[in-house]
């Protein structure tokens, strides 16, 4: 006899290295991370999640996903849903496209220094 209990698995939240892997290509995933930058194009926004191991990319395409993009904040910790696609152009070689997005929690104020630049202008101790 098998019980039916109700309680329905979660999906495990992956890293990284495991989306880069290549094993999850094509298969709905979730993540959670920073948010590291937004990059709106119109119809389309690229989100770019922070790790501890790296970063990834995110799609946002209007109409696909189940939230409004103006709630997505830089530095917002996020726990995205979506499906893996191979992308040469995207870090790492595999980006997701976006289903779902919950914010998790968002910062008290704006960051003094853009944190997501490459190269800051600033002296050593305003970055310190």
């Known amino acids: 006899m098998e019980f ?3 309680v329905k698995k979660k999906k495990e939240l992956i890293g990284v290295k495991e989306l880069i892997s290549g094993v999850f290509a094509d298969q709905e995933v979730k ?4 948010v590291h930058t937004i990059r709106d194009m ?3 926004a690229f989100i770019v999640l922070r790790r501890s191991e790296g970063l990834v990319q995110c799609v946002y395409e209007t109409g696909k996903t189940d939230f409004d993009l103006a709630d997505v904040k830089e530095e917002a910790c ?3 849903l979506g499906v893996v696609y191979q992308e040469e ?3 790492g070689g595999y980006e997701v496209r976006l289903k779902r997005l919950k914010v ?3 910062p008290a104020e704006v960051m003094p220094i853009a944190i997501s630049k490459w190269k800051l202008n600033t002296s050593l101790d305003t970055k310190l």
Do not use: H, K, Y
């Open 4 to 6: 039916v209990t109700g």
């Open 78 to 80: 996020v726990e995205v």
């Open 42 to 44: 119109g119809d389309v």
């Open 89 to 91: 152009r995207a870090p």
């Open 104 to 106: 998790l929690s968002e």
């Open 31 to 34: 993540m959670n991370g920073a």
